[in-house]
Structures are given as structure tokens and as C-alpha cells.
């Protein structure tokens, strides 16, 4: 199988996860929802970095919302998740990091979160019509980013210890099956 076909298999796969994870919510404020969407996101950009989770955090989250009907949302969850794990997966893999630096990888978890809750004030804002409504949906936002970020320190690495002794932490080798 050649790497195109293998990086589109788990981008989907991965979206697939993005999009359950997102299922896991508990609605809050005006329209707007705690989940663990983010902290799939999250975990992948530890694990991949940016180029998948990117993609699978974009994929997900936009068909999260059209199967639940959120489609006002569809298209800036696509925006705002997939450039939220692009941002979180770059800089967990910067230089020579694989996402093992936790002081790295949390500093990216941070930026992602800073820019999501941005690109929701203003997706809310255009979606809802106003402004303040928009910014009661602020602690939602900061919930589902502080969740995403406590469930996937810990996750990420007891997951990297399979996935690094089954072959597939690095997707991009020919090793991986």
C-alpha cells in the first residue's frame, strides 16, 4: 500500500475517533457543549502531530456537527478544529520532538486552545447574531479545551508505549503496517 493511501486510511480512522469523541458531551450555556472532542484532537497531535491530527480534528468535528444538525457550525468547526490540532501537532513535533517534551506539548495544547476559543467567540458571534451571547459560550470553550488537555497528557503517553512497541507511533516510516 503506498503512503498516500495510508495516510488517507488513518486520517479517516482518525476522524472517526474525533467525531465519537465529540459524542461524549454534556450541553452548557447557550447552545454550546463540554466534550471530549478536543481532547482526541489533543491526543493525536501528541502522538502524529499537526499533519494528522489536523486533517482528523477538521474531518470530525465537521461531521460531528452535520450529524447532530449544528450545520450553522459545520463549517467553522472545520476551520477551527483542524487548524486547532495543526497548531497543537506542530508545535508538540517541533525540531526534534515526537510530542515527548510535556512542557512543549502543553505549550501547544495551550496555543490550540487560545485559538479555538477565539474561532468559536467568533463563530458564535456570526451564528447567534450577538456578540454577547457569544461570550456567555466563553466557559464552555474553556472547559472542553482544560478537559482535552487533562485527558490527554496522561493518555498519550500510555498509549505511546503500545503504539511505539507495535510500529505504528511513527506513521510515516514504511514499518508501519
Known sequence: MNKNTKYIIYVGMF???CTIATFIKVPFGNGAMVHLGSAMIFTLAILF???YAGPAGAIGSAFFDLLLGFSPYTLWSFAIKGIAGFIAGSIAHIGKNSGNNFFINL???FAASLWTLIGYV???TFVIGSFE???LNIPS???SSSMGIIVSIPLSLALRKTLRKSGYLNLDTNTCR
Open 49 to 51: 502531530g499537526g499533519k
Open 133 to 135: 451571547a457569544a461570550l
Open 107 to 109: 505549550l501547544g495544547l
Open 122 to 124: 467568533v463563530a458564535w
Open 141 to 143: 470553550s474553556l472547559m
Open 15 to 17: 476522524s472517526a475517533l
